[in-house]
């Protein structure tokens, strides 16, 4: 059973004033060495002022900052586990993974102080710690985050018996009747993901990278964050996505900004900023984009600025790499992700649990080291969520349509949740939104099933346009009879100003359906 390591404080012992981390926004700037302690201080403080013991859970509700990576490997120095909460949720949503997830504890952001006393009292946690950002002191009598680290010693070393099989972090992901599930993250899958990653992307000690995913989801803290503090590399991290921000700042060479990873979204709204033109930005080693399907014609606008983007594809259960394109691929197959990373396998699979034939549809399954041990307190997920081959290989169901080429390259087709059929045919959204995208008046767009009464479902478009463009509905659906099936058509259109999406930038397919059909869906996106 292999030993888990605390990362940061061998950097801190190796290279203690190497820069580890800045924050942005309050402009702070520690070395390994100062990481390392605060990291430590806070650990004591949590272990010998609120009680935690390994094994324990405790919640952290705050936006991007330096102190979530603080808290991150005060947990791992405790042997405790890291549950991040998405601020975005509503006070029930958040006292049912709190409850769920039998938290301990909560570190909270001043900009979130109005909730704890209703976190607390639904949950019965007495022990809490406020994070003052940019100088905000709610009216609150609870122990704040600087005056706690300053209250202690640095005294609390890694447990050794902490391994590769101990949980690190539960992570909540939406579940398919409406109720959260909680991911099981160990330190083994954070470790393999730093090395699946790496390779393809380029990390390295002299690496930096500009974060602008939120923390409480997985691409947040693991590309490449975590990564980057395993090769003892430079992280900094935004409180939010900002699009004129993030170009003034990974175009500037004072701060040599090397990596960039973003979704879809992301990449959307940061070409459509009036300075993206003009801004240079050839200092960038590595671009890399998961979380949804990247629009090939968004791929084409970057290429032709001598940018080239490797699509990638992971889960939270999968820690998450599971793909990133290679290069030499990225512009070849701009709608593929490539072929499965160097310790982690993949096939794509029929009803029976057998290989399908190139070109044909099936569901991606994943298995390696990277793989999460299943999900908290819920044995019926776990049953329906893997799979173990006449081989003893233990698969994960990604819930994925997939197919696979004459090269053995991977396609992602859609989430099965999001296709519908119509006369009988079935209708991956992804396909369509791809040529839609093709036109330069959409901005965006996103396509939905809705009922049909002859053909049982069709498509409907929900558009963004570009601006100061006009495009009609004719002109649409006209375009996508000259390069879809005729039952692929979406038979009508509706414009919008914005698109919903999620935390990790996926257009938010339930809400659509809801707006635009009436129906409340018992799927969650």
Not at 10 to 26: E, G, M, N
Not at 205 to 230: E, K
């Amino acid at each position: 059973m292999t030993l888990a390591s605390d990362w940061i404080a061998f950097h801190a012992d190796r290279t203690p004033d190497k820069v580890a981390l800045i924050d942005q926004a309050s402009k702070r700037r520690y070395t390994y060495a100062q990481f390392n302690d605060r990291a430590a201080r806070l650990a004591s403080y949590l272990q010998d002022n609120q009680g935690i013991k390994p094994g324990d859970h405790i919640a952290i509700l705050a936006k991007n900052c330096s102190e979530y990576f603080e808290f991150e490997f005060a947990c791992i120095k405790l042997g405790a586990v890291m549950l991040p909460l998405n601020w975005r949720l509503a006070v029930p949503e958040l006292l049912f993974i709190l409850n769920d997830a039998e938290a301990k504890a909560i570190v909270y952001d001043s900009e979130f102080a109005d909730n704890i006393p209703a976190l607390m009292e639904g949950t019965g946690i007495s022990n809490v710690l406020r994070i003052d950002y940019n100088g905000a002191t709610p009216a609150d009598n609870n122990p704040e985050y600087e005056m706690a680290l300053s209250s202690t010693d640095e005294h609390v070393i890694m447990s050794p018996q902490t391994t590769h099989d101990t949980p690190m972090t539960i992570m909540y992901t939406a579940g398919t009747t409406g109720r959260p599930k909680g991911v099981i993250i160990t330190h083994g899958m954070t470790f393999w993901n730093a090395i699946n990653i790496s390779t393809p992307s380029y990390l390295s000690g002299h690496s930096v990278q500009y974060s602008v995913l939120p923390l409480f989801h997985t691409g947040g803290l693991n590309l490449y964050c975590n990564p980057l503090f395993h090769h003892g590399g430079t992280v900094i991290v935004a409180r939010e996505y900002d699009p004129g921000l993030t170009l003034e700042t990974i175009s500037d060479p004072d701060i040599g900004v090397t990596h960039f990873f973003g979704v879809p979204a992301i990449y959307l709204f940061l070409s459509q900023h009036e300075k993206f033109a003009e801004t240079e930005l050839s200092n960038i080693v590595s671009w890399g984009c998961g979380g949804a399907p990247m629009p090939a014609a968004l791929l084409a606008q970057y290429a032709r600025r001598g940018i080239i983007i490797q699509l990638g594809f992971g889960m939270t259960e999968t820690s998450p790499t599971t793909f990133l394109i290679a290069k030499r691929r990225a512009l070849v197959k701009p709608t593929s992700v490539g072929k499965p990373l160097l310790h982690t396998r993949v096939r794509v699979v029929n009803d029976d649990f057998q290989d399908v034939a190139v070109g044909e549809t099936g569901e991606v399954v994943i298995s390696g080291p990277n793989i999460t041990p299943g999900y908290w307190k819920r044995p019926d997920a776990n049953e329906k969520s893997f799979t173990v081959d006449e081989h003893g290989n233990r698969w994960l169901h990604s819930g994925d349509a997939g197919m696979v080429d004459d090269d053995g390259c991977i396609y992602i087709v859609d989430r099965y949740k999001d296709m519908y059929i119509s006369g009988g045919e079935n209708v991956y959204p992804a396909e369509v939104e791809q040529v839609i995208f093709q036109l330069d008046a959409v901005a965006d767009v996103g396509v939905i099933g809705v009922p049909h009464e002859k053909w049982g479902e069709c498509g409907k478009a929900i558009v963004v346009k570009a601006k100061d463009t006009d495009i009609t509905e004719v002109a649409i659906i006209d375009y996508c009879k000259g390069h879809l099936a005729k039952f692929k058509v979406p038979m009508s259109v509706e414009f919008v100003d914005e698109l919903p999406r999620n935390a990790a930038g996926k257009i938010l397919k339930r809400t659509l359906r809801e707006q635009f059909t009436g129906e409340i869906s018992k799927i969650s996106d």
